[in-house]
């Protein structure tokens, strides 16, 4: 694919013209200080920021927080269900590579079989020009997620910052007609630049503040072996908000609901939705199959490392770390991660061991045992007088099973 | 300039593609059940929004201006033009339903979900085992094997009622009663004054059937507790855990499995399910202990 080089001076008369009809959307900072990617209304008196990570991501402009599907009519003959017009091209420009990868999952999602009409109308026009980061942030682990800090695809375009310029690399080819159609912003590439890029993404890669095993966690959901005092230490702590899923570049869940205009007049809209909720799976009648904050944590967070790594093979989470900042109770994936591998291994190993002993000798099953962990963890009494209690195995059986491991002297 | 009828076909193309865009129906006729559940009748304006399914799937009512709900179908696709919606009262949306009066409109989309192995359950012996408004996707089922005369074997049906004034469908329970296609029996939580039928769980009839395990499916729906109580049971009796099959009721607002509500363990209940045989459940329930 091309590669070319874009002077800083040239971002502007650039942008003017590629997104000459379309809307441009770039990270701008507001007056409260804030950097958000926002719709740029004019390229002139707008001063584009990629200096930071924005504070969203990027989600909105292909699945906004609020979304109508259709207007609905109603009169003596019936309704008229007008659908509304949701497309139009798109440039969005400065995207970090945590929130292109989650474009990436976006479209898994809502281009399967049936594709999202309303996502596909927006996201076929759209130009995606990112920047690969030469300096993770705080709460970043994009390194972990396999999503960042510079992306191989995904992208049309992506810059690299080299300070008065950017190396500009295509991704594919759309990027190559851009590149094309306006060869008169654009230089080509000595070897000086590829050096100092390459020693820039070096760099980056070896700047993360923090180390989140990812894949370790994923092994340890795998293995059954997360303790359920994580889950329950977690939603004591977890108030339900909702925040990590607004924040969230991946979270693409949504609720549907009717909006009147008149009485004889509405919409359908919908909006984002959050598997924290106590109602997101409650039924008419109020019978609710995910009832305790702790099943829907344990929901959310397996769904991220344990589901979607499954279906997928990486994961749902693009390690972004927003939603490390925005949990007032440090009910974050990061944290969640933190916690299963920092579990101790001690009297948990023990257990585990007695435990897949009775398993491999067919005494108890996998789901008995994780019971008798749960048990375990929230009495303190000895494993193997659960089981017991629970009328599963005698003192006999354990006694059989650990003879015949252990080594006598 | 595009040609008119082209023109309207691409119109209908661009709506189609749309799956969240409803089709009008208007109510033809309203059953009473019970006192709080009716089985309406259906029919698409636009006879060519008519489409086939098979029984176990559900479509997303729409009452416009109070919402969607996932609906299983409770007619069979033997009998009509038409399709049937068999719904209790339980919340806002299905409450703007109660209150409306045929000839009134409404609107679907769909169907949408995995039916019940209609082929692989050919020439089995049918054991449905049913729970108040759970009655609703198996009465599908079991006109659908009615009016395919001969092709399934004995059909038996234990349904379970609040008391003897909740027991719904009473037309289709004598209709299957009188022409004998199905050997129907009932049983109530609370009996009333002059009740002399059985009183107590669903699974109590369950006792007085011989079952042939090597040649008989079982068909569950009704509240959680029943399903679990008649999976034992079952079970005990050494119904294969496959040949147990069941329907999920979740809340979803989508259907297509795009809205993320019904996700289980990996699962979406609108696209993978809702009818699940027990075996499959226990899979997938038992991936992550």
Redesign the interface.
């Known amino acids: 694919m091309e590669k070319n080089i874009l002077k800083k001076d040239h971002v502007r008369p650039f942008l003017r013209k590629l997104a000459r009809n379309s809307r441009l959307i770039a990270p701008l900072r507001t007056s409260h200080g804030d950097l958000l990617y926002q719709e740029i209304e004019s390229i002139d008196s707008s001063e584009i920021d990629l200096s930071e990570q924005p504070q969203e991501s990027a989600k909105q402009f292909l699945f906004p927080q609020q979304e109508q599907?259709?207007t609905?009519q109603?009169t003596s003959n019936?309704?008229t269900?007008s659908?509304r017009k949701s497309g139009m091209p798109t440039v969005l420009f400065g995207l970090r590579s945590c929130d292109i990868s989650a474009i990436l999952y976006m479209d898994v999602?809502?281009l399967?079989s049936?594709?999202?009409?309303?996502y596909l109308q927006k996201r076929k026009d759209t130009i995606i020009i990112g920047i690969g980061c030469n300096e993770p942030w705080d709460n970043c682990f994009c390194n972990a997620t396999r999503t960042g800090p510079f992306l191989e695809i995904g992208f049309d375009l992506q810059l690299t910052d080299l300070g008065d310029r950017f190396y500009v690399e295509s991704g594919r080819a759309v990027g190559d007609e851009i590149l094309k159609k306006w060869p008169q912003f654009f230089s080509p590439v000595t070897d000086e630049d590829e050096k100092l890029r390459y020693q820039l993404m070096l760099e980056a890669r070896s700047g993360f503040k923090r180390h989140v095993h990812v894949e370790t966690a994923f092994q340890k959901?795998a293995d059954?072996s997360v303790s359920p005092s994580v889950w329950e230490h977690l939603a004591r702590r977890c108030d339900g908000c909702g925040g990590c899923a607004y924040i969230c570049p991946t979270c693409?869940?949504?609720?549907?609901?009717?909006r009147?205009l008149s009485p004889h007049t509405?919409e359908?809209l919908?909006t984002w939705?959050a598997?924290t909720h106590d109602g997101?799976?409650?039924?008419?009648?109020g019978?609710n199959?995910v009832n305790t904050a702790t099943d829907r944590l344990k929901?959310r967070f397996?769904?991220k490392l344990?589901?979607d790594y499954?279906?997928f093979n990486r994961p749902g989470c693009v390690g972004c770390g927003r939603c490390v900042g925005i949990c007032f109770g440090g009910v974050d994936i990061a944290m969640f991660v933190d916690m299963v591998c920092a579990e101790k291994r001690d009297q948990r190993q023990n257990a585990t061991v007695i435990g897949d002993l009775l398993i491999e000798a067919g005494l108890i099953t996998?789901?008995q045992l994780?019971k008798a962990l749960e048990k375990r963890d929230r009495t303190g009494m000895p494993l193997g007088n659960i089981l017991m209690e629970m009328g599963i195995v005698t003192k006999e059986d354990i006694a059989n099973c650990l003879a015949d491991k252990v080594e006598r002297p | 300039m595009m040609e008119t009828g082209t023109m309207r076909e691409s119109m209908r193309n661009?709506?189609t593609?749309?799956?969240?865009?409803?089709n009008?129906t208007?109510i033809s006729e309203i059953i009473e059940e019970n006192s709080t559940i009716r089985t309406y009748t259906l029919r698409f304006?636009d006879r060519a929004a008519a489409f086939s399914f098979l029984p176990g799937q559900f479509v997303m009512l729409s009452v416009?201006?109070?919402?969607?709900?996932p609906i299983s179908i409770s007619s069979s696709p033997t009998s009509t033009d038409a399709i049937q919606l068999s719904v209790?009262r339980?919340?806002?949306?299905?409450s703007a339903l109660h209150s409306m009066k045929a000839g009134e409109?409404v609107?679907v989309r769909g169907p949408y979900g995995v039916p019940f192995p209609v082929d692989e359950l050919k020439g089995r012996d049918l054991l449905f085992v049913a729970g108040g408004i759970g009655l609703a996707p198996l009465r599908s089922l079991i006109n659908y094997c009615r009016a395919k005369n001969g092709e399934y074997g004995k059909i038996t049906l234990c349904y379970g009622s609040r008391s003897p004034s909740d027991i719904a469908f009473k037309n289709d329970l004598d209709a299957w009663q009188a022409d004998g296609s199905v050997d129907v029996r009932l049983t109530v939580d609370v009996p009333e004054r002059g009740w002399q039928g059985r009183t107590g769980l669903v699974t109590t009839l369950l006792d007085d059937l011989t079952i042939n395990n090597s040649n008989s499916s079982a068909l569950l729906c009704g509240?959680?507790v029943m399903i679990d109580a008649v999976i034992s049971k079952l079970k005990e009796s050494g119904m294969d855990s496959e040949q147990i099959i069941t329907t999920l009721?979740?809340?979803m607002?989508?259907g297509?499995?795009?809205?993320?509500?019904c996700?289980?363990?990996?699962v979406l209940i609108c696209k993978d399910g809702p009818v699940f045989n027990v075996r499959t459940l226990e899979n997938i329930m038992?991936a992550?202990?």
């Open positions: 599907l259709f609905y109603s019936g309704f269900f659908p999602i809502f399967r049936p594709r999202d009409h309303y959901i059954n693409t869940c949504f609720t549907i609901f009717d009147p509405g359908r919908r939705d598997c997101f799976t409650r039924m008419a009648g019978h199959p929901r397996m769904h344990y589901f499954k279906q996998r789901k994780y | 661009a709506v593609d749309n799956v969240f865009m409803p009008e208007v304006t416009p201006g109070h919402g969607e709900a209790r339980a919340g806002r949306l299905t409109y609107a509240p959680p009721e979740r809340n607002k989508c297509v499995g795009l809205c993320g509500h996700h289980m363990e990996g038992g992550t202990g």
